[in-house]
Protein backbone atom coordinates (compact mmCIF):
# COMPACT_ATOMS: atom_id res chain seq x y z
CA UNK A 1 0.00 0.00 0.00
CA UNK A 2 2.85 2.67 0.92
CA UNK A 3 4.74 1.89 -2.40
CA UNK A 4 1.23 2.12 -4.52
CA UNK A 5 0.92 5.50 -2.15
CA UNK A 6 4.55 6.80 -2.93
CA UNK A 7 4.19 5.89 -6.83
CA UNK A 8 0.88 7.64 -7.03
CA UNK A 9 2.53 10.70 -5.41
CA UNK A 10 5.41 10.44 -7.84
CA UNK A 11 2.74 10.80 -10.84
CA UNK A 12 0.95 13.23 -9.12
CA UNK A 13 4.04 15.64 -8.50
CA UNK A 14 5.03 14.84 -12.30
CA UNK A 15 1.57 15.61 -13.30
CA UNK A 16 1.73 19.25 -11.66
CA UNK A 17 4.99 20.06 -12.88
CA UNK A 18 3.67 19.48 -16.32
CA UNK A 19 0.34 21.37 -15.71
CA UNK A 20 2.28 24.32 -13.85
CA UNK A 21 4.85 24.34 -17.02
CA UNK A 22 1.82 24.35 -19.48
CA UNK A 23 0.22 27.04 -17.40
CA UNK A 24 3.18 29.21 -17.68
CA UNK A 25 3.71 28.91 -21.20
CA UNK A 26 0.31 29.90 -21.88
CA UNK A 27 -0.33 32.76 -19.25
CA UNK A 28 2.93 34.39 -20.70
CA UNK A 29 3.01 33.45 -24.14
CA UNK A 30 5.09 31.89 -26.67
CA UNK A 31 8.52 33.61 -27.48
CA UNK A 32 11.44 33.27 -29.57
CA UNK A 33 14.91 33.69 -27.87
CA UNK A 34 17.71 36.25 -28.80
CA UNK A 35 21.14 34.72 -30.13
CA UNK A 36 23.50 34.93 -27.04
CA UNK A 37 26.08 37.49 -26.48
CA UNK A 38 29.68 37.83 -24.89
CA UNK A 39 29.51 39.75 -21.79
CA UNK A 40 32.05 41.54 -22.97
CA UNK A 41 32.29 41.63 -27.10
CA UNK A 42 35.97 41.29 -28.33
CA UNK A 43 35.13 43.25 -31.02
CA UNK A 44 33.52 46.39 -29.61
CA UNK A 45 32.98 49.00 -32.42
CA UNK A 46 30.83 52.03 -32.61
CA UNK A 47 27.15 51.85 -32.09
CA UNK A 48 24.42 54.03 -34.28
CA UNK A 49 25.04 57.56 -34.88
CA UNK A 50 23.88 59.37 -31.70
CA UNK A 51 20.86 61.31 -32.34
CA UNK A 52 19.90 64.39 -29.88
CA UNK A 53 16.91 63.83 -28.43
CA UNK A 54 15.07 66.43 -25.51
CA UNK A 55 16.40 67.74 -23.01
CA UNK A 56 19.88 66.79 -24.26
CA UNK A 57 22.47 69.04 -23.03
CA UNK A 58 24.76 70.74 -26.18
CA UNK A 59 27.52 72.74 -26.21
CA UNK A 60 27.58 75.09 -29.45
CA UNK A 61 30.72 76.23 -30.66
CA UNK A 62 30.99 78.90 -33.42
CA UNK A 63 34.36 79.30 -34.76
CA UNK A 64 35.66 83.43 -34.04
CA UNK A 65 32.27 84.13 -32.54
CA UNK A 66 32.82 84.02 -28.95
CA UNK A 67 29.61 85.76 -28.37
CA UNK A 68 27.84 83.01 -30.05
CA UNK A 69 29.11 79.72 -28.58
CA UNK A 70 27.13 78.98 -25.84
CA UNK A 71 25.61 75.74 -23.91
CA UNK A 72 21.74 75.26 -24.32
CA UNK A 73 19.40 72.65 -23.46
CA UNK A 74 17.16 71.12 -25.92
CA UNK A 75 13.41 71.92 -24.96
CA UNK A 76 10.64 69.37 -24.07
CA UNK A 77 9.59 70.70 -27.57
CA UNK A 78 12.27 69.42 -29.37
CA UNK A 79 13.87 72.97 -30.49
CA UNK A 80 16.08 75.14 -29.32
CA UNK A 81 17.36 79.06 -29.01
CA UNK A 82 20.56 80.40 -29.54
CA UNK A 83 21.69 83.88 -30.13
CA UNK A 84 20.45 85.23 -33.63
CA UNK A 85 18.13 82.09 -33.47
CA UNK A 86 14.79 81.08 -32.38
CA UNK A 87 13.06 77.84 -32.55
CA UNK A 88 15.05 76.19 -34.37
CA UNK A 89 14.49 71.91 -34.86
CA UNK A 90 17.24 69.92 -33.31
CA UNK A 91 15.41 66.36 -32.02
CA UNK A 92 16.10 63.57 -34.32
CA UNK A 93 19.14 64.76 -36.22
CA UNK A 94 22.59 63.89 -35.70
CA UNK A 95 25.22 66.77 -34.00
CA UNK A 96 26.59 66.79 -37.34
CA UNK A 97 23.19 67.41 -39.16
CA UNK A 98 22.37 69.89 -36.17
CA UNK A 99 25.88 72.08 -36.52
CA UNK A 100 25.04 71.90 -40.61
CA UNK A 101 21.35 73.58 -39.87
CA UNK A 102 22.73 76.12 -37.37
CA UNK A 103 25.55 77.35 -39.79
CA UNK A 104 22.92 77.88 -42.47
CA UNK A 105 20.65 79.53 -40.38
CA UNK A 106 24.11 81.86 -38.69
CA UNK A 107 24.54 82.73 -42.72
CA UNK A 108 22.14 85.13 -42.95
CA UNK A 109 23.65 87.26 -40.37
CA UNK A 110 27.85 86.27 -40.86
CA UNK A 111 29.87 85.86 -43.30
CA UNK A 112 30.86 81.89 -43.78
CA UNK A 113 29.85 80.74 -40.12
CA UNK A 114 31.81 77.46 -39.13
CA UNK A 115 29.97 75.13 -36.28
CA UNK A 116 30.35 72.54 -34.09
CA UNK A 117 28.01 70.70 -31.83
CA UNK A 118 28.85 68.58 -29.11
CA UNK A 119 26.46 66.47 -26.81
CA UNK A 120 27.54 67.07 -22.77
CA UNK A 121 24.17 65.28 -21.11
CA UNK A 122 23.20 62.24 -22.45
CA UNK A 123 19.52 61.90 -23.00
CA UNK A 124 18.11 61.49 -26.42
CA UNK A 125 14.78 60.38 -28.13
CA UNK A 126 12.48 57.12 -27.18
CA UNK A 127 14.23 55.72 -30.08
CA UNK A 128 17.67 55.82 -28.65
CA UNK A 129 16.37 54.63 -25.08
CA UNK A 130 16.25 51.34 -23.26
CA UNK A 131 13.01 51.44 -21.34
CA UNK A 132 12.67 48.70 -18.28
CA UNK A 133 9.64 47.94 -16.91
CA UNK A 134 7.95 45.61 -14.22
CA UNK A 135 9.59 43.98 -11.69
CA UNK A 136 13.00 46.05 -11.89
CA UNK A 137 14.47 47.21 -8.67
CA UNK A 138 14.93 50.25 -10.32
CA UNK A 139 12.14 50.90 -13.43
CA UNK A 140 13.34 53.19 -15.61
CA UNK A 141 14.78 55.02 -19.18
CA UNK A 142 18.25 54.03 -19.93
CA UNK A 143 20.24 56.16 -22.84
CA UNK A 144 21.43 53.22 -25.06
CA UNK A 145 25.27 52.93 -25.22
CA UNK A 146 27.52 51.00 -27.88
CA UNK A 147 27.34 46.97 -27.61
CA UNK A 148 25.57 47.43 -24.61
CA UNK A 149 23.78 44.07 -23.38
CA UNK A 150 21.05 42.53 -20.89
CA UNK A 151 23.65 42.26 -18.12
CA UNK A 152 24.25 46.15 -18.98
CA UNK A 153 20.79 46.97 -18.35
CA UNK A 154 20.19 44.72 -15.33
CA UNK A 155 23.29 46.43 -13.69
CA UNK A 156 21.92 49.80 -13.99
CA UNK A 157 18.82 48.87 -12.50
CA UNK A 158 19.55 47.16 -9.54
CA UNK A 159 18.24 43.62 -10.85
CA UNK A 160 15.15 42.35 -10.00
CA UNK A 161 12.72 42.21 -7.18
CA UNK A 162 11.70 39.34 -5.53
CA UNK A 163 8.84 38.69 -6.85
CA UNK A 164 10.01 39.07 -10.60
CA UNK A 165 9.56 36.17 -13.10
CA UNK A 166 12.40 36.92 -14.76
CA UNK A 167 12.80 33.79 -16.90
CA UNK A 168 9.70 34.80 -18.47
CA UNK A 169 10.80 38.50 -19.37
CA UNK A 170 9.70 40.11 -22.63
CA UNK A 171 12.22 41.98 -25.04
CA UNK A 172 9.53 44.24 -27.29
CA UNK A 173 11.57 45.29 -30.70
CA UNK A 174 11.12 47.38 -33.71
CA UNK A 175 12.57 45.47 -36.45
CA UNK A 176 11.74 46.53 -40.24
CA UNK A 177 8.82 48.57 -39.34
CA UNK A 178 6.81 45.65 -36.97
CA UNK A 179 6.96 45.39 -33.65
CA UNK A 180 8.43 42.09 -32.65
CA UNK A 181 8.55 40.13 -28.94
CA UNK A 182 11.05 38.01 -27.73
CA UNK A 183 11.69 35.42 -24.50
CA UNK A 184 14.01 36.71 -21.79
CA UNK A 185 15.97 34.55 -19.27
CA UNK A 186 17.03 37.18 -16.80
CA UNK A 187 17.04 34.73 -13.93
CA UNK A 188 18.53 32.58 -15.20
CA UNK A 189 21.53 34.96 -16.41
CA UNK A 190 21.95 37.27 -12.91
CA UNK A 191 20.49 34.60 -10.21
CA UNK A 192 22.58 31.15 -11.65
CA UNK A 193 24.95 32.43 -13.99
CA UNK A 194 23.74 31.13 -16.96
CA UNK A 195 26.28 33.37 -19.47
CA UNK A 196 24.27 32.22 -22.62
CA UNK A 197 20.82 33.58 -22.02
CA UNK A 198 22.77 37.21 -22.12
CA UNK A 199 21.75 38.64 -25.22
CA UNK A 200 22.73 41.97 -27.19
CA UNK A 201 20.47 45.03 -26.79
CA UNK A 202 19.51 47.64 -29.22
CA UNK A 203 18.28 51.62 -29.39
CA UNK A 204 14.46 51.46 -28.43
CA UNK A 205 14.09 48.13 -27.11
CA UNK A 206 11.04 47.71 -24.20
CA UNK A 207 12.14 45.05 -21.37
CA UNK A 208 8.82 43.82 -20.15
CA UNK A 209 9.45 42.04 -16.52
CA UNK A 210 6.36 40.46 -15.10
CA UNK A 211 5.40 39.35 -11.54
CA UNK A 212 5.19 35.58 -10.71
CA UNK A 213 2.10 33.96 -10.76
CA UNK A 214 3.06 31.24 -8.39
Given at each position: ?????????????????????????????????????????????????Y??????S????V???????????????????????????????????L???????????????I??????????????????????????????????T?????????????????D???????????????????????????????????????????????
Amino acid sequence: MSQFLASSVRVFAAALITLTLAGCSLFYGVRDELPSEPFVSPNEGPGPYYIIGPQDSLFIFVWRQPELSNTVTVRPDGYLSIPLIDDLPATGKTPTQLARDIEEALANFINGPIVSVMVQGFVGPFSQQVRVVGEAASPQSIPYRANMTLLDVMIHVGGLTEFAAGDQATLVRFEEGQQREYRLRIDSLIRDGEIDKNVKIMPGDVLIIPESIL
